[in-house]
């Protein structure tokens, strides 16, 4: 099972970025789908961003389309998000997430099995 350790949160100011990284050890990914999700206090986890393996198609979540990006460094085994114009309501600990397939239905938890520890976005207003 491949291990993701996730880094790059922080605390930014509204219409500022950050650039979230998905780091995998224990066996290379890149023909596995990875996900973002976030989950805010008080609640449920969201999806937020995928982008499939070998194709490398991506997907997004209504609210972040035009403002985040996901994609893939194959040679550093790692999958970033790219995030440009948060807003407050982003706040939240943002999750990566590896499948063992190659596509996805965004979105749907069940079809990632290997998850990071989080990594805490926090954007002021």
């Known amino acids: 099972q491949v291990q993701l350790v996730e880094s790059g949160g922080g605390l930014v100011q509204a219409g500022g970025s950050l650039r979230l990284s998905c780091a995998a050890s224990?066996?290379?990914?890149?023909?596995?789908?990875v996900g973002w999700f976030r989950q805010a206090p008080g609640k449920e986890r969201e999806f937020v961003a995928a982008?499939?393996?070998?194709?490398?198609?991506?997907y997004y979540a209504d609210f972040v389309k035009g403002r985040f990006t996901i994609f893939r460094e194959n040679a550093k085994n790692t999958v970033y998000l790219q995030m440009n114009s948060l807003k407050p309501e982003d706040t939240a600990v943002y999750y990566c997430?590896?499948?063992?397939?190659?596509?996805?239905?965004?979105?749907?938890?069940?079809?990632?099995?290997?998850w990071g520890q989080g990594t805490q976005v926090t954007v002021s207003s």
């Open positions: 997430a590896a499948s063992r397939f190659g596509t996805v239905v965004p979105g749907r938890e069940s079809d990632f099995g290997s």
């Open positions: 224990g066996r290379t990914f890149s023909k596995n789908a």
């Open positions: 982008i499939s393996g070998s194709l490398g198609n991506t």
